[in-house]
Structure formats: C-alpha cells, structure tokens
C-alpha cells in the first residue's frame, strides 16, 4: 500500500471531510488555485530585452504581447477604445496604451503637475501586498509624466516625488498623436519604468512566476469626464488597490 492512499485511509476514518478533500487533490493534480482565480483579473506579462521608447507601437518586441481592451468606466465619450500592452526585461518594465480620440485636451507643459485633470494614462503597480504602498505612474498626450510612490493608510493617502531622480532611476516615455489628414484619431504612450526607480519596495524585479497587484486607466475631457479601467474600483477615486487586478511575470 502506497503512503498516499494510507495517509488517505487514515483521514477518511477520523475526519471523512479531509478524506474527501486529500481524495480529490490526488487524483485532480492538475488542479490548482491558479485555476480557481477568474481569468479576467489575470494579466499575464511577457519577458522582452531592453528596446527604445519612440511613442508608438513599432517595435518588433511589442509583438510579443496581446491588447488587453481597457473597459469605459464613466461619461459618454463616443466610447473610445482604449487598449494596453506591457513587457518586462531585466532592468525595468514597458508599457503601451493606445487612445482612440478625437481632440486632445492637453495644455500642461511641466512634469510633476496634476495631469489627471486632463486627458491622460495611468498606471498603478503594487508589487507587496504587505505594505500598503504602491506605484503610481501618469503621462499625458504631450509627454509630460508623473511618478509618484503612494503611501495609502486605511484610504488616506498622499503621492511623494522621487528623489535623485537622474540616471537608472529615470523612467523613458514618448507619445505619438495619430492623425488622418488634419483630424485626430487616436494617441499613443509608450513608457518604460526601471526598476530602480520603484526602490524601496519589496518584491522588486520581478522573475519568472513574480505576481504583482496593478491597475491601469485612462482620463478623457472631450465631452466632460471620461474614465476607463482594467479592474472595477469602487466610488471615485482610482485608489481602491484592494480591486487591483493581478499581473504575473512569465
């Protein structure tokens, strides 16, 4: 008699329960919780090598990896299709949204200023469920970004800037307008986050089998307020990480 079935002859007697369940384990090992989580808060990540940033979706890399469509939250925009791709390298991570649109409303021209109050794509990563404390990354049509670390505290919560941002700790980012003639058809961001810029958290770089927390959005002003999701946050705020979606690096 194999250990197996005597482990299962001696928890049948005692707790027919258990039995029952170590039952079903061995004969289903092919059954694990990976496939009892709802595919549709799964976004699986590709592994690239490092490329360049030019602000559309040329790069031979980015054939890599699927659309993920990112469903409209709010308003009544013409219901643009939004849409991202993302890949991971050794050194960072690469993201790509693509905006269908038909006016651009963009007028900041300086990092650092509140970008969501007007057209723009977000993008939040918490790699360490542990610490309520995330990642959070902004670009506008006119390439102007905002990295920011958010300490989030039972909802109460704060961006900080990076410091010594220079060198390995700069992120890469570019935009393209899509036009066809003189009328706007969409626009692109294309941005890379290194690694080193996400110190101090945990669970930083990601390997083969690595699971982060993450959203992704964007913001559109044509016809007032418009918003897109990845993963349904409740009330209004785009914060509410315990709804993250689930990114895992293959």
């Known amino acids: 008699m194999n250990r197996p079935y005597r482990l299962y002859r001696m928890l049948n007697r005692k707790y027919s329960w258990l039995g029952m369940l170590f039952a079903f384990l061995i004969m289903n090992p092919v059954?694990?919780?990976a496939q009892a989580e709802n595919p549709e808060t799964i976004l699986r990540?590709?592994?690239t090598k490092d490329f360049e940033i030019t602000g559309n979706d040329t790069a031979v890399n980015w054939k890599k990896a699927e659309w993920l469509p990112l469903p409209q939250r709010t308003g009544n925009n013409n219901n643009y299709e939004t849409k991202i791709k993302?890949?991971?390298?050794?050194?960072?991570?690469?993201?790509?949204?693509?905006?269908e649109d038909n006016k651009?409303?963009?007028t900041l021209k300086e990092d650092f200023l509140d970008l969501w109050n007007e057209d723009v794509v977000e993008a939040f990563f918490w790699p360490d469920e542990s610490v309520p404390m995330y990642f959070e990354y902004e670009l506008s049509p006119l390439n102007y970004e905002l990295p920011i670390l958010i300490p989030n505290i039972k909802g109460n919560f704060l961006g900080w800037r990076p410091?010594?941002?220079?060198g390995n700790r700069r992120t890469k980012h570019a935009t393209h307008i899509n036009k066809t003639g003189e009328a706007i058809t969409a626009w692109?961001?294309?941005?890379?986050i290194p690694y080193h810029l996400l110190t101090p958290l945990t669970n930083v770089p990601p390997r083969k089998g690595t699971r982060w927390r993450a959203?992704?959005?964007r913001i559109d002003y044509d016809k007032g307020e418009a918003t897109w999701q990845w993963q349904k946050v409740q009330g209004e705020s785009f914060h509410d990480y315990d709804r993250f979606g689930t990114i895992v690096f293959d």
């Not at 993302?86 to 905006?99: A, E, P």
């Not at 410091?163 to 220079?166: A, I, K, P």
């Not at 692109?188 to 890379?192: D, K, L, M, P, W």
């Open 31 to 33: 059954y694990t919780l």
């Open 45 to 47: 990540v590709r592994y």
């Open 86 to 99: 993302m890949l991971y390298s050794d050194s960072g991570i690469y993201c790509l949204y693509h905006c």
């Open 104 to 106: 651009i409303i963009s």
């Open 163 to 166: 410091w010594h941002y220079e």
């Open 188 to 192: 692109i961001a294309e941005f890379f």
């Open 215 to 217: 959203n992704f959005y």
